[in-house]
């Protein structure tokens, strides 16, 4: 029998609760396919106790090296009949989420504001639908410049207890907050399904993620305020950190849940507090978010969630004095919005916004796994995905080949009910939105590019806003095809000569969020990053977070980065204090003549 060792990290509580044991273990064999048989065998290799105040144990960090012995890999368990069937799961998720739908269409949504679940000031609503097959998921409180208010002021008063809260407190809090999360994760995951239409092959996992971002930021509390020591011959120059003051967050629809702890956790952690706008076709997790906050004990008034229409909620948030910062994911159209609406009151902004992102398939790739990112890359979460690579860059050489395989893939692509492990492209988010991608095919004709594959909606169960999987070839670099954001399982080939042809056709739009190139020759692999007009660049590898690197774009994919140190810079002020070493000659004026 095979035996495999896992390097596994995890939060636990230092006095080592073994249901959370458990629970890493399943983790592991969920993520690796690997179970346990013959038993655990778990070694503590690195275990630190963090303090606090009144002494008992904090959160402690244990390394484990799980030895799963006499596992099966996925594929013998699968022989064996041993795997639970994809229908059986289907049905074990509707049942998941049932009840919860039934509660969020007695309950509805309200804002979280101090505390509060509490309705929109005018009474108005707006509602929310599935985009499964359209039924109301619930009655939305429609906030408004008045309701920004009441949450800007809650978020203002609790500042400065939150801001000069001791950061081990901030910390155990945040981590609280993680483990809230998790504890609903399942529960998230249904429901993000069937708010977004996103499949839950790709959701299952995004809430645990959500989780690690608190945990990251959590542990980072306790070093937020560090600072530089810059001493001259006269002065002690030091310089320090504070929080930036109450921010708001405006998010996107698209993986809403894992998007908001990006930008809500670092704020938090910097001592801010937050007023979050979360997108109107998608409010379903965003309200359990804000209670889960609450549950964890984070005190009232530290986040606020107002939801709302973007030009009517959203814009009073970004013109609101008291909100000291705009952190803001979107489309760029609306970033250069939000920038005007912000100018009067000095809004500080941090926009991530569109892209039209390259992938650069050279002949030298390895072509299977090269093959396996780009269908990844656009395929996944219905193409609704910034860092999409909806532009395949693929050398003339191996074009005819390559695109024959592409074709073979996409066309095998399971559209399917958001709940359905065998789902890979459920319905897109919205009808409107539908409209926009199905426009496009009409945009490639004109253009004279191919509909190689797609290029039509699909009946799909509940009869959603289902649209086929596209792969567009014959098109040129300068196509409306190629130049726009389409946001949808939309992908454009364009054959390229060489290396610079490659660059220059990469480079020739007007977003630059990330890139990806596929190629053996190192040398020209880190040439080609360093041409590239992106922020983030992947070399033979889709994207993976690694959540202390810096993520964000150039041109018009955004202004700022997040992740790691890079969000304290945005959400904290850098103070600098000098103290002078002794009497130093200070000038003297106005010394009367005598
Ligand atoms: P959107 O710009 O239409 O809306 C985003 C948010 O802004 C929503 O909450 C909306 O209500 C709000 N909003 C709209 N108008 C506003 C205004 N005038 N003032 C203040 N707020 C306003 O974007 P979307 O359609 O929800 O999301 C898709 C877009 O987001 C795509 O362009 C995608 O590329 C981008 N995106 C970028 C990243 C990134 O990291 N770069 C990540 C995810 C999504």
Redesign the pocket.
């Known amino acids: 029998m095979p035996h495999f060792t896992i390097e596994y990290s995890a939060n636990l509580d230092a006095r080592v609760d073994m249901d959370k044991v458990v629970e890493v273990v399943r983790k592991a064999a969920v993520e690796t396919g690997i179970f346990p048989l013959g038993g655990i065998r778990v070694r503590a290799v690195r275990c630190e106790h963090y303090a606090i105040a009144d002494g008992t144990p904090d959160f402690g960090f244990l390394d484990m090296v799980l030895r799963l012995g006499e596992g099966r890999d996925l594929a013998t368990r699968k022989k064996a009949g041993e795997l639970p069937k994809s229908s059986d799961v289907f049905q074990a998720n509707r049942d998941r989420a049932a009840p919860l739908l039934k509660q969020l269409r007695a309950d509805g949504i309200g804002h979280m504001i101090d505390g509060k679940i509490v309705a929109s000031i005018s009474g108005e609503t707006f509602e929310t639908n599935s985009p499964v097959d359209g039924a109301v998921l619930a009655s939305v409180a429609r906030g408004n410049a008045e309701d920004i208010d009441r949450a800007a002021t809650a978020a203002a008063l609790a500042f400065k207890a939150w801001r000069d809260m001791p950061a081990t407190m901030r910390k155990k809090l945040l981590h609280r907050v993680a483990d809230a999360i998790e504890d609903r994760a399942d529960d998230i995951a249904v429901l993000e399904c069937i708010d977004t239409g996103q499949a839950h092959r790709f959701m299952a996992k995004a809430a645990l993620r959500a989780a690690e971002n608190f945990r990251f930021f959590a542990d980072k509390c306790t070093d937020a305020r560090d600072g530089l020591n810059m001493p001259s011959d006269e002065h002690w120059n030091v310089s320090t950190r504070v929080p930036i003051g109450p921010v708001g967050v ?6 809403p849940f894992m ?1 908001s702890t990006w930008k809500i956790a670092p704020a938090l952690a910097a001592g801010c507090t937050v007023v979050h ?5 998608s409010p379903v997790t965003a309200d359990l978010l804000s209670r889960l906050v609450k549950q964890a004990g984070v005190p009232d008034g530290v986040l606020n969630t107002v939801h ?4 009517e ?3 009073a ?2 013109e609101h004095p008291a909100i000291k910062a705009i952190a ?8 250069a ?2 920038m005007a ?1 912000g100018a009067p009151s000095l809004k500080r902004v941090h926009f ?4 039209k992102n390259p992938v650069i398939v050279f002949e030298d790739a390895d072509l299977d796994r090269a093959l396996d990112a780009v269908v990844f890359m656009i395929y996944s979460l219905n193409g ?4 999409s690579s909806s532009r395949l860059l693929i050398q003339q050489g191996i074009a005819e080949k390559f695109i024959e395989k592409l074709t073979a893939r996409v066309k095998a692509l399971k559209i399917g009910h958001p709940l359905d492990p065998a789902t890979e492209i459920g319905p897109l988010i919205h009808e409107r ?1 539908l409209e926009k991608v199905c426009a496009y095919f009409d945009v490639a004709r004109k253009d004279g590019a191919v509909i190689a594959v797609g290029g039509k909606t699909h009946d799909g169960p509940g009869g959603g806003h289902y649209v086929q999987p596209t792969l567009v070839t014959g098109a040129h670099a300068n196509m409306r095809v190629a130049q726009e ?1 389409v ?1 949808g399982p939309f992908l454009t080939v364009i054959p390229f000569r060489d290396e610079n042809d490659a660059i220059e056709i990469a480079n020739a739009v007007q977003y630059g ?1 990330t890139g990806y190139v596929w190629t053996s020759d190192m040398g020209r692999a880190l040439r080609v990053a360093d041409a590239l007009e992106a922020g983030m660049i992947w070399l033979n590898s889709e994207n993976v977070r690694h959540l202390p690197t810096p ?3 150039m041109k018009s ?2 202004i700022g980065r997040d992740g790691g140190d890079y969000s304290f810079e945005f959400y904290m002020e850098t103070k600098h204090v000098s103290l002078a070493r002794g009497t130093h000659k200070i000038q003297r004026l106005g010394i009367p003549s005598s």
């Open positions: 405006i998010t996107p629809w698209n993986t998007l706008k979360p997108a109107e076709w709302g229409i973007g030009e909620a959203g814009k948030l970004t803001f994911v979107g489309e760029t159209s609306t970033g919005a939000i609406q991530e916004l569109g892209g609704e995905r910034c860092t939105h954001e946001f969020l993520f964000g774009g994919s955004g």
